[in-house]
């Protein structure tokens, strides 16, 4: 029994070293460092504790300060890889030597390879190469002070398994990259969706804009945070309750998306006709049905489909046959949802789609995919629908985004990537701007200088991506706030040196925020950084 205790103490201890050296989650498994640059690698031990770490069959020593923190920079190397490296007992395998990106900004950055495979799906499908990399920073935002580390993520693969996820534009940026100079890419990708450029820059550089420091104060206080997301939630989760408790599709004996309901006396609208939705003055919120009976053919009977309802504002609930197949729970993704085997027949088939509106005008967005797939053939859903309201409500309550809020971001999602190298950051963000768009530049320029103090990099090449075009041609206001907005990104471009603006107007859809390009995109990019690497 003694020598059992002795042995477990002995393997306690061993575990307890094994742990005692800490890296940042950056540094794991499959990363990748950029190339022809110093290597810093830093961590966490215990207080003055020494242990060497391997790279290369050079091994050099290291000691944690009083505090515990590590941090030592080894000689750059030149592109290859796959290396592993030792640090005390912590292992990092199949790392690559190469050119590592930053890529930041809001929601057309974030956007992932699964959303423009309406495109692209062929060219995606054929495509994987271990030599570019994606790691995605993990969402998180602190209000009080700049990060040393984030939450635990990976460096993924370019496979099959794994592509999805990966950021469109940075996908297709790093496949014209490596097929021009073979070496191997990572992407760090720090976005967030509907984020504005103030929540991505530190205390120190919005100094020249109190307004904004001001806001940050609002929120630092986490009780009153908490107290805001409680109050949120019970606000929405009676809007929700009542909405479903009074509205007549979802209550008695046939249900509205029964294909047993006699919808005869329903009215007919176009599906993106303007006479539904509003009292003929004002927006209508809350739900409201619309049904469709469509003829299916023989063959179809039985099999998996696919329906597409293009894009809704803002909420959907989608039945066939009585079958709920999909929803989506905001406007901007693309509705496609599998039909399983089985759910259609021959002969008529019945399609209902609950839609919410928060409060604005709801509406089919048009020239969208509207129809049913099954293999290589379909049928329109276009045309004339049986619309009824369900249950009217006034506007949804709206909802706080801490991650808007400035500073909170370079706190939690850069600031800790500070010992990291990059070749260069790639920047698209402004569509939440575009309405104080004045500052824009001077806020932009702001955060260039900001992240080359933060890595200690003043020539940091910056790509910024202008914004793509949008909005109907109707909407003579708003485009020409774009083009204002466009018109600043450029002076940011041109008063920051290494900065660079890419084109990127004629990419855009009048009727989608989130533009499907992201391929000639990325070449413009990557055709820029080329340039760039050539003349130096």
Same mark, same amino acid.
């Given at each position: 029994?003694?020598?059992?205790?002795?042995i477990s103490l002995l393997a306690l201890l061993c575990i307890?070293?094994?742990?005692?050296?800490?890296?940042?989650?950056?540094?794991?498994?499959?990363?990748?460092?950029?190339?022809?640059?110093?290597?810093?690698?830093?961590?966490?031990?215990?207080?003055?504790?020494?242990?060497?770490?391997?790279?290369?069959?050079?091994?050099?020593?290291?000691?944690?300060?009083?505090?515990?923190?590590?941090?030592?920079?080894?000689?750059?190397?030149?592109?290859?890889?796959?290396?592993?490296?030792?640090?005390?007992?912590?292992?990092?395998?199949?790392?690559?030597?190469?050119?590592?990106?930053?890529?930041?900004?809001?929601?057309?950055?974030?956007?992932?390879?699964?959303?423009?495979?309406?495109?692209?799906?062929?060219?995606?499908?054929?495509?994987?190469?271990?030599?570019?990399?994606?790691?995605?920073?993990?969402?998180?935002?602190?209000?009080?002070?700049?990060?040393?580390?984030?939450?635990?993520?990976?460096?993924?693969?370019?496979?099959?398994?794994?592509?999805?996820?990966?950021?469109?534009?940075?996908?297709?940026?790093?496949?014209?990259?490596?097929?021009?100079?073979?070496?191997?890419?990572?992407?760090?990708?720090?976005?967030?969706?509907?984020?504005?450029?103030?929540?991505?820059?530190?205390?120190?550089?919005?100094?020249?804009?109190?307004?904004?420091?001001?806001?940050?104060?609002?929120?630092?206080?986490?009780?009153?945070?908490?107290?805001?997301?409680?109050?949120?939630?019970?606000?929405?989760?009676?809007?929700?309750?009542?909405?479903?408790?009074?509205?007549?599709?979802?209550s008695g004996s046939i249900r509205w998306y029964s294909p047993?309901?006699?919808?005869?006396?329903?009215?007919?609208?176009?599906?993106?006709?303007?006479?539904?939705?509003?009292?003929?003055?004002?927006?209508?919120? @809350?739900?409201? !049905?619309?049904?469709? %009976?469509?003829? &299916?053919?023989?063959?179809? =009977?039985?099999?998996?489909?696919?329906?597409? *309802?293009?894009?809704?504002?803002?909420?959907?609930?989608?039945?066939?046959?009585?079958?709920?197949?999909?929803?989506?729970?905001?406007?901007?993704?693309?509705?496609?949802?599998?039909?399983?085997?089985?759910?259609?027949?021959?002969?008529?088939?019945?399609?209902?789609?609950?839609?919410?509106?928060?409060?604005?005008?709801?509406?089919?967005?048009?020239?969208?995919?509207?129809?049913?797939?099954?293999?290589?053939?379909?049928?329109?859903?276009?045309?004339?629908?049986?619309?009824?309201?369900?249950?009217?409500?006034?506007?949804?309550?709206?909802?706080?985004?801490?991650?808007?809020?400035?500073?909170?971001?370079?706190?939690?999602?850069?600031?800790?990537?500070?010992?990291?190298?990059?070749? @260069?950051?790639? !920047?698209?963000?402004? %569509?939440?701007? &575009?309405?104080?768009?004045? =500052?824009?530049?001077?806020?932009?320029?702001? *955060?260039?200088?900001?992240?080359?103090?933060?890595?200690?990099?003043?020539?940091?090449?910056?790509?910024?991506?202008?914004?793509?075009?949008?909005?109907?041609?109707?909407?003579?206001?708003?485009?020409?706030?774009?083009?204002?907005?466009?018109?600043?990104?450029?002076?940011?471009?041109?008063?920051?040196?290494?900065?660079?603006?890419?084109?990127?107007?004629?990419?855009?859809?009048?009727?989608?925020?989130?533009?499907?390009?992201?391929?000639?995109?990325?070449?413009?990019?990557?055709?820029?950084?080329?340039?760039?690497?050539?003349?130096?």
């Open positions: 029994m003694k020598k059992f205790a002795i307890q070293a094994a742990g005692a050296v800490r890296l940042p989650s950056v540094l794991c498994d499959g990363m990748v460092i950029q190339r022809n640059k110093p290597i810093c690698i830093w961590g966490w031990a215990d207080s003055h504790e020494s242990f060497s770490l391997c790279w290369q069959g050079a091994s050099h020593q290291v000691a944690a300060d009083e505090n515990g923190r590590w941090e030592i920079t080894l000689p750059a190397a030149e592109a290859g890889g796959p290396y592993t490296m030792t640090v005390g007992d912590v292992q990092i395998n199949d790392i690559l030597v190469g050119d590592v990106f930053l890529c930041s900004g809001q929601s057309n950055m974030e956007l992932p390879v699964r959303r423009v495979t309406d495109m692209f799906a062929d060219e995606i499908a054929s495509y994987e190469n271990n030599a570019i990399r994606h790691y995605i920073v993990p969402k998180v935002f602190d209000f009080n002070n700049p990060q040393d580390d984030t939450p635990a993520a990976s460096w993924k693969l370019c496979t099959q398994n794994n592509v999805m996820e990966f950021s469109a534009l940075a996908y297709f940026f790093a496949k014209e990259i490596y097929s021009h100079t073979g070496v191997p890419v990572g992407l760090v990708n720090a976005s967030w969706g509907g984020t504005p450029v103030e929540a991505w820059m530190s205390e120190e550089a919005l100094k020249p804009f109190p307004k904004h420091l001001n806001e940050k104060r609002i929120y630092e206080d986490e009780a009153y945070r908490e107290m805001i997301k409680k109050l949120e939630g019970q606000a929405f989760h009676r809007w929700n309750t009542t909405l479903d408790n009074g509205d007549p599709g979802l047993l309901l006699d919808d005869s006396d329903w009215t007919e609208v176009g599906l993106f006709s303007k006479n539904w939705g509003n009292d003929g003055l004002n927006p209508v919120g @809350g739900s409201h !049905w619309f049904r469709k %009976e469509v003829e &299916v053919p023989a063959e179809w =009977e039985g099999k998996e489909a696919i329906i597409r *309802m293009g894009c809704i504002v803002d909420a959907d609930s989608v039945y066939v046959n009585g079958h709920l197949v999909g929803n989506t729970t905001y406007q901007y993704p693309p509705r496609k949802y599998n039909i399983p085997a089985g759910v259609l027949k021959a002969g008529k088939n019945n399609i209902t789609v609950r839609v919410i509106s928060n409060g604005g005008q709801p509406s089919f967005v048009p020239e969208k995919p509207y129809k049913l797939i099954c293999g290589n053939k379909e049928i329109s859903l276009e045309g004339t629908w049986k619309y009824r309201q369900g249950a009217p409500m006034p506007p949804a309550p709206s909802m706080m985004f801490f991650c808007y809020k400035p500073v909170c971001l370079y706190n939690a999602m850069i600031h800790p990537l500070k010992n990291l190298s990059f070749s @260069g950051a790639i !920047w698209y963000q402004g %569509e939440s701007n &575009v309405e104080r768009r004045n =500052e824009y530049a001077d806020l932009l320029c702001g *955060m260039i200088d900001d992240w080359r103090r933060t890595f200690d990099d003043p020539d940091l090449p910056f790509y910024i991506v202008e914004l793509a075009d949008f909005l109907h041609e109707d909407d003579i206001q708003g485009r020409r706030a774009w083009e204002e907005m466009r018109a600043e990104q450029k002076k940011a471009a041109e008063r920051s040196t290494d900065a660079i603006l890419i084109p990127n107007k004629d990419l855009g859809e009048w009727n989608d925020i989130h533009p499907l390009d992201k391929k000639t995109l990325g070449r413009r990019v990557a055709e820029e950084v080329l340039k760039k690497n050539k003349r130096n």
